[in-house]
């Protein structure tokens, strides 16, 4: 399901327009900030001759996120890397969702309705022009703009374009969208509680707002 994925978020790209929102995030709020240690790594392709991406920690800021990302070509196969805010196949950054359920993605992937990438404005250190076999590229992606708070965020890595024939199992052109998700934490709610000691006083006391995971 991935391939399919990959080839149908290239499409909307291509075709220059932005996908539906796939429904509405449970809580419109922005999420305060906040930072999570993710260790994810996921594979595509066999030994030998696969692309290998890693994703060690993601952020909310106070002005927007940011994620540490890695990349590495264990293929013998060179990788044109698609740079660029002008490029229509740089989607590198974060596609974010009202469910961490795999299954919805695949649905709204079917439909038609996956969420528009919300694309890393910067990329540190620059990504480079093409990955060598055996390179790996490791950096910060990050970009403006508050996240909702209860929605569910997966890593895009991409356009990765092979120069020559790919591996056997891969595609020619690679857009990596993570079946890991990470759940973005919700605002804490100030609840207001009635002190029963004293009728001419009333307490505040800080809740957590119910997370279901």
Not at 88 to 114: C, K, V, W, Y
Not at 144 to 170: E, Q
Not at 180 to 203: C, F, K, M, P
Request: include cysteine.
């Amino acid at each position: 399901m991935r391939r399919l994925l990959a080839g149908a978020l290239l499409a909307l790209l291509a075709a220059g327009c932005g996908a539906a929102t796939g429904g509405p995030i449970p809580d419109a709020r922005p999420a305060p900030p906040q930072s999570a240690t993710l260790g994810w790594q996921e594979v595509y392709g066999d030994p030998g001759a696969r692309l290998v991406f890693n994703v060690s920690s993601l952020a909310v800021t106070p002005r927007g996120w940011q994620a540490d990302v890695s990349v590495e070509n264990q293929s013998k196969v060179r990788f044109a890397v698609a740079t660029g805010k002008t490029s229509i196949d740089s989607s590198f950054g974060l596609m974010i969702l009202p469910t961490g359920d795999h299954r919805e993605l695949d649905r709204l992937n079917t439909a038609g309705e996956l969420p528009a990438v919300r694309q890393a404005e910067t990329i540190e250190p620059p990504l480079p022009g093409v990955l060598e076999p055996g390179e790996t590229w490791t950096g910060t992606l990050a970009a403006n703009g508050a996240l909702p708070g209860g929605s569910w965020a997966r890593v895009v890595f991409g356009a990765f374009v092979a120069m020559g024939k790919p591996p056997t199992g891969l595609q020619d052109r690679v857009i990596w969208i993570t079946d890991h998700t990470h759940l973005i934490e919700r605002a804490r709610q100030a609840t207001s509680v009635v002190n029963s000691a004293s009728s001419a006083r009333a307490a505040k006391s800080p809740s957590p707002a119910a997370i279901s995971r």
